[in-house]
């Protein structure tokens, strides 16, 4: 069946370090990928999403590029902030399935330090 | 603004109750869902509907009832079978066949006590 697999964090950087969390997807057909970020407390928000292979997905500085070759779609930003501290979680969505669900990754947390 | 809500944000149930959580979107989205999330884990998905007056059950749906009367509502009642209801619930909505994913509420932090 579909799944993601996300690195374990915690990932600890201090600021203007370069980011990147990695995710690799399983999946039949031809899904779009996406990354959320949950803030604590909080639900979670669309970060960028990708639809085909070699979109790259972009927002807030963050970037992601969808590499059907290699089933990967990590999230990457040059400089990342204290602001940044969250839970990213990874997805994909089976477009063929007709249902809309998405699965989820098991989130990875992110510490930046000033 | 187009959203959806969930309340209430916070909610204490004694052991042995019934509780419902509301979820209402103005979306006009036709699919909504049910996850929980517990402490450092990822999403677990609970139940999910695609059009008014039809759900499915997702991978932990035992304990938990939904009903969906209206295309804006979802409620998610939590019931006494439910052997560990603590945890915080996120309800989302999406176009069903969509390449947008999800939009979510805010939660609902349910603390047993």
């Known amino acids: 069946g579909n799944s993601v697999t996300q690195m374990e964090g915690p990932v600890t950087l201090s600021e203007e370090a370069f980011l990147t969390i990695n995710c690799t997807y399983t999946?039949?057909?031809?899904?779009?990928l996406f990354w959320y970020v949950q803030y604590p407390g909080e639900g979670l928000q669309l970060l960028l999403k990708?639809?085909?292979?070699?979109d790259k997905g972009s927002n807030k500085g963050f970037e992601a590029t969808y590499r059907k070759e290699t089933t990967s779609f990590h999230l990457e930003k040059g400089s990342v902030q204290v602001s940044d501290s969250a839970v990213y979680f990874c997805?994909?969505?089976?477009?063929?399935?007709?249902?809309?669900?998405?699965?989820f990754g098991q989130g990875t947390t992110l510490q930046v330090k000033p | 603004d187009g959203g959806i809500t969930q309340s209430p944000k916070y909610l204490f149930r004694k052991e042995g109750q019934n509780v419902t959580l509301s979820c209402e979107q103005n979306l006009n989205h036709d699919a909504m869902y049910w996850y929980r999330q517990d402490p450092g884990q990822g999403l677990r998905l609970i139940y999910y509907?695609?059009?008014?007056?039809?759900?499915q059950k997702g991978d932990i749906a035992e304990g938990y009832s939904v009903s969906r009367e209206k295309k804006e509502s979802f409620p998610l009642t939590v019931t006494s079978a439910q052997k560990n209801p603590t945890a915080f619930y996120l309800c989302?909505?999406?176009?069903?066949?969509?390449?947008?994913?999800?939009?979510f509420g805010s939660g609902t932090r349910l603390t047993v006590v």
């Open positions: 509907s695609q059009i008014v007056n039809d759900f």
């Open positions: 997805a994909l969505s089976d477009k063929r399935s007709n249902t809309g669900k998405l699965i």
């Open positions: 989302a909505s999406s176009i069903v066949v969509d390449r947008d994913g999800y939009t």
């Open positions: 990708a639809t085909k292979a070699d």
């Open positions: 999946a039949t057909g031809y899904p779009s």
